[in-house]
């Protein structure tokens, strides 16, 4: 079972191996993607103790939210000063996923990640009938998000 915030750490060193930042905001979004794909590559969650909510903003995961966004905010690069590898309990397939997501998302800014995933149905049907500006802490259901990520299995 993989360590949310051991992802999170080595997609941020994938970032520095690419010459790139990640604010916290994409970072969330990244994570995001990969509980999603692997979902739906491998009927699987990647972080079976961990959910996201439907925040204002996206998508949004609640430890990793603690753990960056006191020090970083929401939009300041994050800084990464060592390398971090994935821990052994992350599949081979795990991590390639992880690196496939690294690759197609880190094109997208933060904004064009967060405009993404509230086009989605697994933020839409999280949010209700709530207005735009609405609070919520509703959680992603995961059996949304693997369909909404099926085209990829």
């Known amino acids: 079972m993989a360590n949310i915030v051991n992802v999170a750490k080595y997609l941020l060193t994938l970032a ?8 916290p905001l994409k970072l969330q979004k990244l ?10 590559i491998t009927d ?3 972080f079976p103790r961990e959910n996201f909510q439907a925040w204002l903003h996206g998508p949004v ?15 300041d690069p994050i800084d990464n000063p060592k390398t971090t590898l994935l821990s052994t309990s992350v599949t081979v397939e795990q991590r390639a996923i992880v690196e496939r997501v690294f690759e ?6 933060a904004s064009q990640l967060e405009m ?3 086009a989605e149905k697994p933020w839409i049907e999280a949010r209700g009938t709530l207005k735009p500006n609405m609070h919520s802490d509703t959680i992603i259901d995961k ?11």
Do not use: D, P
């Open 16 to 23: 520095e191996s690419s010459n790139t930042k990640i604010n």
């Open 31 to 40: 994570l995001y993607y990969c509980e999603g794909w692997t979902l739906a």
């Open 44 to 46: 699987k969650e990647l």
């Open 61 to 75: 995961n609640v430890t990793i939210y603690h753990e960056f966004n006191a020090k970083y905010g929401m939009f």
């Open 104 to 109: 197609v998302y880190n094109q997208y800014s």
């Open 116 to 118: 993404m995933t509230h």
């Open 143 to 153: 059996s949304t998000m693997r369909l909404e990520f099926s085209h990829l299995s």
